[in-house]
């Protein structure tokens, strides 16, 4: 949303929390003095809160979940090869129903090389371009395609990532279609420990957490400057 809105509300729910007594300058507080004094606050004072609340848990859930950092419970695997490394052992089974539990040990990898990664990014350059001329035009709403380095340290290192820009691919039947690109501006982004998420991320919230690296067209002078077709 609006970054200016996002603000108000982080400002109203600061203040809403601090005249009920909640020291917002500390992660200290309980959950059961939180939800005995919210009930406080006028309702809707406390459907912002709580809709600030769950907004900020799905945007802490999806950056876990996009870094490979998220550790769920029963769930559909999704990874690039699943390989089960040994028969169903049966660990224990109900005494009334006689239903049996099951465990199930695979090896899986959801990643992606980083010679994949590469591929991807030499793929996208055209073999009869000519040096100097834009693999991607530029746009005020959307980022370049390329490798990406965090701005900080995540979890006490760097991250790296290739981003691609989302777009509409040309109709192979109008040799005047040039495909267009998504009109939010999303990056579709493929990790080293995650591969391709199949979540798009914002230009927006892309340039703030990285920095490019070398872009496709970076990549391109390279490949042009070495002769490699």
């Not at 991807?120 to 980022?143: H, K, L």
Request: proline share 5%.
């Amino acid at each position: 949303g609006n970054p200016d809105d996002r603000l108000f509300v982080l400002y109203e729910a600061k203040e809403s929390l601090e005249s009920i007594g909640i020291d917002t300058s500390t992660k200290n507080s309980e959950v059961r003095v939180f939800l005995n004094r919210i009930s406080a606050l006028t309702v809707a004072k406390q459907n912002l809160v709580f809709s600030l609340f769950s907004s900020t848990m799905e945007d802490v859930i999806g950056e876990a979940k996009a870094t490979g950092e998220f550790e769920g419970s029963v769930e559909d695997v999704r990874a690039t090869s699943i390989k089960l490394l040994s028969p169903l052992e049966t660990v224990t089974s109900d005494t009334s129903s006689g239903a049996l539990t099951n465990l199930a040990t695979f090896k899986v990898d959801r990643g992606c090389s980083f010679s994949t990664a590469v591929r991807m990014c030499v793929d996208m350059v055209p073999p009869d371009r000519e040096g100097g001329v834009d693999i991607e035009p530029m746009s005020s709403i959307v980022a370049r395609s390329g490798f990406y380095m965090s701005r900080g340290r995540i979890a006490g290192r760097f991250l790296v990532l290739f981003a691609k820009r989302k777009s509409r691919p040309p109709d192979d039947d109008d040799e005047h279609d040039p495909g267009q690109l998504d009109p939010l501006g999303l990056m579709v982004l493929t990790r080293p420990n995650t591969g391709t998420n199949p979540c798009e991320k914002s230009t927006e919230d892309l340039e703030r957490k990285y920095r490019l690296v070398a872009s496709v067209d970076d990549v391109g002078d390279l490949l042009a400057g070495s002769g490699v077709p």
